[in-house]
């Protein structure tokens, strides 16, 4: 493969840690986890006190007539009197759930799940973007070291295009030997805009990826080393780690909360409320009265019937949980043929590099000896021509099993759930989500979102 000893070429590691700091779709999955941390602290808000004030202010004329009887005249004399005033005032209104069925806890431990699972799957996202990173680089190295191969086959085939000219100028070979050459030349440069295209969108996957252009990017070795001894090995740490795997448990958490959320319907609901009142000019129309209340009172809600609806929400919900379990049991089996999978790539990538390591042996020797006997007329042009050809594939087939046995390396690691910054050291700043959840858990007020 290509190599790059400038000081300041792109390794795998650099490329890997661009992409898990600045990628768009890693981020929105960060965003997406932040999120899900507030249902935690929507949950907690079932246990918390509710407060408002309500106001009120008017304007109110009144006419109050009283008829009166007055025995000493035997005869009614009308009291009248006339009143315009302003009445206003203000309520303070505090209630206090005491106990919800268990639904508030049920909740926050379902929210707790969500989060959880939303976490994993940050986790698996991240293992996505880590592995097309990988695979991005060695798609753009594959590609330059395949173009390069197209250059140089089009300046030996020039070159014996040029010798054929002189051998033919003096009589040794042909017409048909100069066209079969010239063939080979023309052959040659479709083959280079082939493979230039194909570094091209090559490259703009890599800058889709990690985020900036392929510049001077540096050979890159398996990861072989981080990987379990054998595929039992393998299969037992995915079936622990794998994020799929994870999210699924925790989504089997979810739906059970979720169950106990939907049964407490079914329980009695204790709340405690208080009120402070103070009216003005309210009392009869009488100006300047005031009238100050307060008041606490219990409430207690035991639900009978309320139209079926609660039961079917249960059943929903069981049938949800039955549902999660088996989406569980899937995941499982999905990453244990992940595994399986992946380490085939991976043996077959190493056979390959072996006999691919042969040929190109055996290619440059043959081509070496059919040049000699085709200086000595035992061989033709066209034979010179297959072997060049036969050399160049060989060394075409090399680097691209030498890019399939990196790809397969890290397919495996995330195969396995190991695919993360931290296995591969990354030099750049772990995202932690724990830091925004902590944050916003218990939060009671406030708009602004934490800084991260």
Not at 15 to 21: K, V
Not at 108 to 128: C, D, G, I, K
Not at 202 to 213: F, K, P, W
């Amino acid at each position: 493969m290509a190599c790059a000893s400038d000081v300041s070429a792109e390794t795998i590691s650099s490329a890997l840690a661009r992409a898990y700091a600045g990628n768009p779709d890693l981020n929105e999955q960060r965003a997406d986890v932040r999120a899900r941390d507030e249902d935690v602290s929507s949950a907690w808000s079932g246990l918390r006190p509710n407060a408002n004030i309500q106001a009120s202010v008017g304007a109110q004329r009144s006419n109050l007539r009283i008829p009166v009887r007055l025995p000493v005249i035997n005869q009614r004399i009308p009291l009248t009197d006339e009143y315009t005033g302003y009445p206003r005032g203000a309520t303070l209104n505090v209630s206090q759930n005491v106990f919800d069925g268990g639904r508030t806890e049920n909740s926050v431990r379902r929210a707790e799940s969500s989060v959880f699972e939303s976490r994993a799957l940050m986790r698996l996202s991240e293992q996505e973007i880590l592995r097309s990173g990988a695979t991005a680089f060695m798609d753009v190295m594959r590609d330059a070291a395949i173009l390069s191969l197209r250059k140089s086959n089009i300046a030996v085939l020039d070159l014996q295009l040029h010798d054929t000219e002189k051998r033919y100028q003096s009589g040794d070979v042909t017409n048909t030997d100069v066209s079969q050459s010239e063939a080979s030349v023309s052959h040659a440069r479709s083959e280079y805009f082939a493979a230039e295209a194909q570094l091209k969108s090559s490259a703009a996957i890599y800058r889709q990826i990690i985020g900036v252009e392929p510049k001077r990017l540096e050979p890159a070795s398996s990861v072989e080393r981080m990987l379990p001894k054998s595929v039992k090995d393998a299969i037992d740490v995915a079936l622990v780690e794998h994020p799929a795997i994870v999210a699924a448990l925790h989504r089997v958490d979810t739906a059970e909360s979720a169950v106990k959320v939907a049964e407490g319907a079914l329980l009695p609901t204790l709340s405690v409320n208080a009120q402070v009142s103070q009216q003005y000019d309210s009392f009869l129309g009488l100006p300047g009265s005031r009238q100050f209340s307060a008041g606490v009172n219990g409430a207690l809600n035991v639900p009978l019937y309320q139209g079926g609806g609660e039961y079917s929400s249960i059943r929903k919900a069981k049938e949800v949980l039955g549902k999660a379990r088996l989406n569980a049991d899937a995941q499982r089996d999905r990453v244990r043929a992940n595994v399986v999978s992946s380490y085939g790539l991976l043996d077959t990538a190493r056979s390959q590099i072996r006999s691919d390591e042969a040929t190109v042996k055996a290619a440059e020797l043959a081509l070496k000896g059919v040049r000699d006997e085709a200086q000595v007329g035992q061989r033709t042009t066209l034979d010179v021509l297959n072997a060049q050809q036969t050399l160049l594939n060989a060394r075409a087939n090399l680097v691209i099993s030498q890019r399939d046995r990196v790809v397969a390396s890290y397919a495996i690691l995330a195969a396995i759930g190991r695919l993360t910054a931290e296995t591969l050291n990354l030099n750049v700043v772990r995202y932690d989500p724990v830091v925004h959840f902590e944050q916003v858990k218990y939060k009671w007020y406030g708009t602004d979102t934490p800084d991260r």
